[in-house]
């Protein structure tokens, strides 16, 4: 597993950052140059050195230069860096870098992206209003396209195997991950490379963003502005980073010596046709995705340990998610019903990132059955009275092991996402 969050790089960095209650969210860096109409100022920023002040602040910030030369940099969008981070930190620990065809022909790499590459092209149209289409360059295009994180960790590992990218909004990474584990089902690939990376933190993605009132404008305490659940919450927080993971099939990696980390046994995806942006509030085609998942993996409710919700601090996705969860998980099925399911937002650390939200959160999942630690929802200081029966894990972690996690993405245009991790057992 590969991570780059507000949190800092690192699996195993970041996982702590989480579990002491720690917040990526800050007040954006002054270099971003947002334009002075956006009125929310705060968001999950991937510490860089050299880049924002921010990475003062963090012992795992991101330093490009070990990755990547000055003038390789400019050729790519920032979800590209990412994505390239990521994957060089889940092909290590995976110990997957094949050399012979063979090996590269099955490996699939399926990076998802909700947006792409938006900083590139907000920054090509300025230069071209400013100086003209000769001065814009000729990467600006190969940098912005969604499809370019994968192409770019293809070319650089000589992954040869299926290819793809979901652009589904903020299920796009979940997706991703589902759809890897059905390529290896089907033997169409050995291993996949699998995520999400996102990148977009810019004045046109707050402006369209606030115009749509999803955006938290809490700037005078930015660390307590993601707060899910929470009867005041207002907005979800811009975050940025990837998340990708090394998947095949159990007998693949024990026979060529990995370590498994998790076991992925459910997925499951749904349409709402319903809503651009939101969808019902019943959360009845959410809780279609999650039955789906618990078929595929032959479980019931009442084998789930832990969710890791979707929750992004909007009111009314929140509502939904919760709703959902309370069909999926009724009493009738469920000894005491819901209220003694584990639920939590990780969100209110990072931020809400797109389309890799569902990469970071199912390696939080993962993180989770291994380390037999719950994250906790931050900020959740005056609980929704609508859910204020319910185990939302608050502010502080919680130990517990647990054999199955849920792992939630909803995002526009009513597409629904849920997958399930299993502890491994050797």
């Not at 600006?140 to 990218?165: D, H, R, W």
């Amino acid at each position: 597993m590969g991570l780059v969050s507000p949190l800092g790089c690192g699996v195993d960095s970041v996982w702590q950052k989480l579990i002491k209650s720690e917040s990526g969210i800050r007040l954006l860096d002054e270099s971003l140059n947002l334009d002075a109409s956006v009125t929310t100022r705060i968001g999950g920023q991937v510490p860089i050195k050299g880049k924002n002040t921010k990475a003062d602040e963090f012992e795992n910030a991101l330093n490009e230069a070990d990755y990547m030369s000055a003038k390789e940099r400019r050729r790519i969008d920032l979800f590209t860096l990412f994505a390239l981070v990521a994957a060089d930190e889940a092909l290590t620990q995976a110990n997957w870098q094949p050399t012979n065809p063979e090996d590269q022909d099955a490996t699939a790499t399926l990076i998802a992206t909700g947006i792409g590459g938006l900083p590139t092209i907000t920054h090509a149209k300025d230069v071209l209003e400013k100086s003209g289409a000769r001065k814009i360059s000729a990467f600006t295009v190969p940098a912005f396209l969604a499809n370019l994180a994968a192409g770019n960790v293809s070319i650089k590992y000589g992954f040869k195997g299926p290819i793809g990218t979901p652009v589904t909004a903020c299920a796009a990474g979940i997706q991703a991950i589902g759809d890897g584990m059905r390529l290896i089902r089907s033997g169409e690939a050995k291993v996949a490379l699998v995520g999400g990376a996102e990148a977009c933190i810019d004045s046109l993605s707050f402006a369209g963003f606030g115009a749509l009132k999803a955006l938290s404008t809490n700037n005078e305490n930015p660390q307590a502005a993601s707060r899910p659940f929470d009867e005041n919450r207002e907005g979800f927080v811009m975050g940025e980073g990837a998340g990708l993971l090394v998947i095949e099939t159990l007998e693949h990696a024990l026979a060529r010596g990995a370590t498994p980390l998790a076991e992925i046994v459910g997925y499951g995806t749904s349409a709402d046709a319903y809503h651009l942006t939101s969808g019902p509030e019943s959360g009845e085609g959410a809780a279609r995705a999650m039955k789906a998942a618990m078929k595929m993996a032959a479980l019931t409710p009442n084998d789930i340990g832990y969710v890791n919700a979707h929750a992004t601090s909007t009111p009314v996705g929140d509502r939904g998610e919760i709703n959902a969860l309370r069909s999926v998980f009724s009493e009738n099925v469920r000894d005491g019903g819901v209220q003694n399911l584990p639920i939590s937002a990780t969100k209110s650390a990072t931020g809400h990132l797109l389309g890799a939200a569902g990469g970071i959160e199912s390696i939080f999942s993962a993180m989770a059955l291994r380390t037999a630690v719950l994250p906790p929802t931050l900020n959740l200081k005056y609980v929704d009275p609508t859910m204020a029966d319910l185990d939302l894990i608050p502010n502080l972690a919680r130990e517990k092991q647990v054999e199955h996690v849920l792992c939630n993405g909803f995002g526009f245009g009513g597409v629904n996402a849920a997958l399930i991790l299993k502890r491994y057992q050797a």
